[in-house]
Every structure is written in structure tokens, then in C-alpha cells.
């Protein structure tokens, strides 16, 4: 993928105001102030495209993004989708309801959804709330893959041993364990690996079915 565009379609809680679906597309999910925003913009090389904030809880919408591709033999396009997070202590009650419905609603029935990715934070521990993430995408059969964000942050030994330490605590639960990728908004580590993944699952696409 040799230049990437992209634009902001819309910003939206309800399927009614989300994009037809008529491109290939993927989702970032996770924690609040795991990283989500800052990759969508790092993956397509815009710093401004989606809103970053140091304060947890900056995304509210489903923010949907049409990348496109131009390569020297084709044009290629999908579409990022940049979710709410989870996790943050200050919600309300009433929020997480607000938010658990949205999110259901959009991992389940949105047809053009490939792949989710699970935006993991490589300086922690693994969190409950991940893993039962995790776990609910695997019940539900949603294919995803895991993101680890913030690899800047840490020195490679220690990304490897809390890497490891995730492997072994799924392992607990998961007979397979899912694709891996290790990222930084800051330095762009794992960036060409992701875009060489969305291209591979691109390539699969067979159109909207509507
Ligand atoms: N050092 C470093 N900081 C990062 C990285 N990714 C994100 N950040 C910082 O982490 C904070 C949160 O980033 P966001 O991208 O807004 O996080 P988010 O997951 O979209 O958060 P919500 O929208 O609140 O759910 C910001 O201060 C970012 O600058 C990274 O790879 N390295
Ligand atoms: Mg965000």
C-alpha cells in the first residue's frame, strides 16, 4: 500500500447513521485511552483524523473512516471504524448501558465487519475486562485479532515477558490463540504489518451482499 487517503464519513451511536456498508471493514476496540484514535491516525498516516485525548473517554460515536489505497496496479478502499472504550471509572451506570448496547449492536450486525481489532495496553497485566471482551467475541464468533499499543513505552524485554504472560492467561481458555500484533502510535512500530494484514483480508472481500 504504497499512499493512503482517507476521510471521516460519520460519526454515529445508531445503525441508521452509520455508512451503508458497501466496503470491506475493521474495528478498534478497547479500554479508554488504550490507543484507539491515536492508531486509526497512525495507520493512515493523518495525525488530526480522529480525535486523541489524554483524558479517558474522548470517543462517544462509532467514528467511521473510508480509507483508499492507491497502489501502482489498483485502488483499493475499506473502511476503519474507531469505537467507544470501555473500562473508564467515571461512566454512569446509565452509560454503560448506552455504551454495551451500541457496541453489541454494531460488532453483531454489522455486515461488512472482518476483523475486530482488540487494542490491548503492552505495560499492563491482562484486565478482566479485556479477556472478557475477548471472550465474548469468541463466543459470538466475531474474528479478531489482538493489538498491543504503546510498545514505546516499554524496553523490548519487558513488551516480550507481558506479551508472554497474555499468551499464557488465554491459553487458560482458548485452545488457538488469535494473531498478534505489537504497536506504537509514536514510533509507527507494527504499521506496515497491519496494513499488510487489512490488504490480505481485502483481497477476500466478495462486495456488500446488499
Ligand atoms: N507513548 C504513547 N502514547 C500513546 C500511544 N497511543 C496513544 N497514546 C496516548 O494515549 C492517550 C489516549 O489515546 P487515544 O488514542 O485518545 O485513546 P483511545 O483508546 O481512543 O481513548 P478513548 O477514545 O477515550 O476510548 C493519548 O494521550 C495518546 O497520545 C502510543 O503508542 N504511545
Ligand atoms: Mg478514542
Redesign the pocket.
Known sequence: MDTLRAEHLGSGREAKHWPKPTLPEYAFI??????????VNMLVGINKL??????????RNVEHFKVKAVMPSAVEAWMLA?L??YG?AKTSQAERATWKKMIDTYLLERENLQCVFV?IDVRLEPQKNDLDMIQWLGENGIAFVLVF?????LKQPAIVSNVALFKRTMKKTWDTLPTMFI????SRKGREDLLEFIEGVNATWAGASS
Open positions: 478497547g479500554r479508554s485511552n488504550v490507543g484507539k484514535s491515536s492508531l480522529a480525535r486523541v485525548s489524554g483524558t479517558p473517554g474522548k470517543t474507531d467507544p472504550g473508564f487494542l499499543t504503546k510498545a514505546d513505552k504497536t506504537s502510535a509514536e
